[in-house]
Nanobody
Framework: VQLQASGGGLVQAGGSLRLSCASS????????MGWFRQAPGKEREFVAS????????SAADSLKGRFTISRDNAKNTVYLQMNSLTPEDTAVYYC?????????????????WGPGTEVTVSS
């Protein structure tokens, strides 16, 4: 499966962004989907994930209430709605597809990755 994330950019603190990730090349509904992020000088970390059907989601505890993952299986696309952004949310955001444990938060459960989209939050 090929993944292409979009929607990143520069936003002021307190603002919102919605990231999109379009999938192609394989059956979208056979994959759980996830978002991860990597800030400068830090390891890649789990943001959120969603079950194949879209019927269940999981998010990092620190981001619950601000970040929401969703998917549109008819459009082969997964989204990440990000609200109340802070400079600490500045990172490259990656979408990923996997068939492993969908809610583990582990990169090992996601075998396919897109190239990432950069989000910069200014103070």
């Amino acid at each position: 499966v090929q993944l292409q994330a979009s929607g990143g950019g520069l936003v002021q603190a307190g603002g919102s962004l919605r990231l999109s990730c379009a999938s192609s090349g394989d059956t979208f509904t056979s994959y759980h989907m996830g978002w991860f992020r990597q800030a400068p000088g830090k390891e890649r970390e789990f943001v959120a994930s969603i079950y194949r059907s879209g019927g269940a989601t999981s998010a990092a505890d620190s981001l619950k209430g601000r970040f929401t993952i969703s998917r549109d299986n008819a459009k082969n696309t997964v989204y990440l709605q990000m609200n109340s952004l802070t400079p600490e949310d500045t990172a490259v955001y990656y979408c990923a597809a996997g068939r492993g444990s969908w809610a583990s938060g582990s990169r090992r459960d996601f075998g396919s990755w897109g190239p990432g989209t950069e989000v910069t939050v200014s103070s």
